[in-house]
């Protein structure tokens, strides 16, 4: 009975930290796990490591998104700070999604054509991506914020090449209220 106790306490340790995968549980959930020594990628809904701080989703149009938890990438170390090179191992051009202001992490960044629901994302085990965005940066890229899920609720447009914060105003997506996007 007492190592029972004390394996389950060491494997919520280890799940805890993000030692261990969380592949058999993706794969109940329809998610495709495929983990490398610092990275784990996801296809579908996001439930990687306990804990990821900089995200990448790829938007593949009308097939189903994939994302990698970029934490321990070794870009992180070699990118320069600026209005389009941020302290991030994401690429300068994706669309980067903040949950602090000012363009601070925990970040997801997105790249590639397509939808995306919030709540499919996740930073930690307790909180997804759905309404905790508070600045942008868009990259490359166009489209439309959305304060509901699935395009609904109040549309705000962004264009290539402009960052700022989530604000209320009219039609204008306000602070921790993202709920889906597109990018053309």
């Not at 593949?60 to 170390?77: F, K, M, V, W, Y």
Request: proline share 5%; hydrophobic share 35%; aromatic share 12%.
């Amino acid at each position: 009975m007492k190592r029972l106790w004390v394996v389950s306490i060491l494997t919520g340790l280890a799940l805890a930290s993000g030692m261990v995968t969380t592949a058999p549980l993706a794969a109940a959930h329809g998610v495709t796990a495929i983990a490398s020594p610092s990275q784990i990628e996801y296809v579908g809904r996001y439930t990687g490591p306990a804990t990821c701080r900089v995200l990448r989703v790829h938007l593949n149009g009308t097939q189903p998104n994939t994302g990698i938890c970029l934490d321990d990438s070794q870009e992180r170390a070699t990118r320069s700070v600026g209005p389009y090179f941020n302290d991030n191992p994401c690429q300068s051009g994706d669309l980067h999604i903040y949950a602090n202001a000012g363009l601070t992490t925990p970040i997801i960044c997105f790249y590639g054509s397509g939808s995306v629901n919030m709540a499919d994302w996740r930073m930690n085990p307790f909180q997804d991506w759905n309404n905790v965005a508070s600045s942008w940066l868009s990259g490359w890229w166009s489209g439309d914020f959305y304060s509901y899920p699935n395009l609904g609720g109040t549309k705000q447009h962004f264009i290539s090449g402009y960052a700022d914060n989530f604000s209320c105003g009219t039609n204008r997506v306000c602070n921790d209220d993202l709920s889906s996007f597109e990018i053309h």
